[in-house]
């Protein structure tokens, strides 16, 4: 098991551990002089006494040389630790600074050779750490400035503390904006631009560059930065994206358009083809079937142009106070269901007719799934702020990519479908300010729920 931090590269406990073997301790080095002083001593006692001295002689003698050797030993033991400590003293200096720079020479084998050696293992993996932080700085700084995405970083005073290239082009003719007031840039910026970022919420605006229109999404996030509040900003240029959307949309209307008008023009083109070698030898029989089938052809012709002609051109929905009673009563006129709880009380503000629309048109599918007509049933449940409404069957659901597709215009898996329908009844939703989801159920089938929002009607159910 690795020791305590350690991180690949040899932390400063692992380093530690590598420190020469020492030779002497402290403690060790300070018998050895108090024994070397002791030794010295005790010949100088002997050579006095030898000489002739007295104890008075003697004992002055001892005095004197080991007072002398003790004061020598500590000077130079003292020098030797005190350079050490003061080196390290100014290590550690500099590393409160975040200097990692300085390493120490270490000529000792005790206890503080040691320590030196812990230092510069410390100090050189705080030097690689630095270089390794600096090097993703690097990476991510080369990222941010390269993408297309323009970013704005401000602090509470909205004071540019950092931006990237694509901001600099957007924001300033391509020159730096660090220490630049962000409000005062915005102040040359398009009505539109600023009115989006005094929002202060995610959202999209179009700015007219070159003539062109041009369509940016903002995003905009608030976080704390050392306890202060700062702002980011994301600004993405979407029309090239749109552009290739809508494109891909008007490809896939014309082929399902083209379909469309192939499959009743040239059965019709071939009937009249028919019915000119009749008139010469009339059938009219076969003339009554050749005339029918052409109406067929052009009545569902007529009926897929003016679904188109709903979607392309649905009004603005007028709302109205609507009971709900009353409104499901009307409803049960198109297609059967069951309520699933009592309706509730309060009344209601929506458009009638379009509300309508969707629902027998989800009741429509209902139907089609293969549920039985006692499984399908109906929801209304009063919200804060609004409806819940949900249409649930027992049919056979749907598979995953059908599910995520459903909703797009122009989808549909059924042979004559448009795909409009579904797409039809969350635009409806949509323009009443809400919105349409649906799910697989657990047990088989499809739920369809709906949030209507109702600012007529004050929150609580």
């Known amino acids: 098991m690795n020791a305590p931090g350690f991180d690949g590269r040899g932390s400063v406990e692992a380093k530690a551990i590598q420190a020469p073997a020492k030779r002497w301790s402290i403690a060790g080095k ?75 020479a270490n000529r000792r084998r005790d206890e503080l050779g040691q320590l030196v050696t812990a230092y510069n293992a410390m100090s050189q993996a705080l030097r690689d750490e630095r270089q390794d932080l600096f090097q993703r700085e690097l990476l991510l700084d080369t990222v941010i400035q390269a993408t297309p995405l323009a970013l704005v970083l401000t602090n509470p005073q909205e004071t540019v503390l950092y931006s990237n290239l694509a901001a600099r082009q957007l924001f300033n003719e391509g020159r730096r904006l660090e220490g630049l007031n962000f409000t005062a840039l915005l102040v040359r910026m398009p009505v539109a631009m600023r009115e989006a970022v005094a929002r202060a919420v995610d959202s999209l605006f179009t700015l007219e560059r070159g003539g062109e229109p041009q369509v940016y999404h903002l995003s905009q996030r608030q976080f704390l930065l050392n306890t202060l509040p700062h702002r980011l900003l994301l600004l993405k240029l979407l029309t090239r994206e749109i552009n290739a959307q809508e494109i891909s949309t008007w490809k896939r209307v014309i082929r399902v358009i083209a379909h469309e008008l192939n499959n009743s023009l040239a059965p019709v083109s071939s009937l009249a083809h028919s019915a000119r070698q009749l008139a010469a030898n009339p059938d009219p029989t076969m003339l009554d079937k050749v005339f029918n089938t052409i109406e067929d052809r052009l009545r569902h012709l007529n009926s897929f142009i003016e679904g188109y002609s709903r979607f392309a051109k649905l009004p603005r929905p007028r709302l109205a106070a609507v009971q709900w009673s009353l409104f499901i009563d009307d409803l049960r006129r198109a297609y059967a269901f069951e309520l699933q709880a009592p309706l509730p009380g309060q009344t209601a503000h929506f458009d009638t007719t379009q509300l309508e629309q969707v629902l027998i048109n989800l009741l429509k599918n209902a139907h089609e799934s293969g549920s039985a007509p006692a499984a399908i049933t109906l929801a209304i449940d009063a919200l804060p702020g609004g409806w819940q409404l949900r249409v649930l069957d027992r049919g056979a659901g749907m598979p995953d990519d059908v599910l995520a597709n459903a909703l797009l215009p122009f989808y549909s898996t059924k042979p004559e479908g448009t795909g409009l329908g579904l797409t039809l009844c969350r635009e409806i939703i949509e323009a009443h300010g809400g919105w349409l989801s649906l799910a697989n159920r657990a047990d088989g089938g499809v739920a369809v729920t709906i949030f209507l929002p109702d600012s007529m009607r004050s929150g609580g159910a």
Do not use: K
């Open 30 to 104: 300070l018998l050895a002089l108090l024994l070397a002083n002791a030794a010295a001593t005790a010949a100088t006692a002997v050579a006095i006494v030898r000489l002739g001295g007295d104890w008075w002689a003697v004992a002055i003698g001892c005095i004197l040389v080991g007072g002398s050797l003790a004061i020598f030993a500590a000077q130079w033991g003292a020098r030797g630790m005190s350079r050490t400590l003061h080196a390290l003293t100014d290590g550690i200096q500099s590393l409160t600074h975040d200097d990692f720079s300085v390493s120490i």
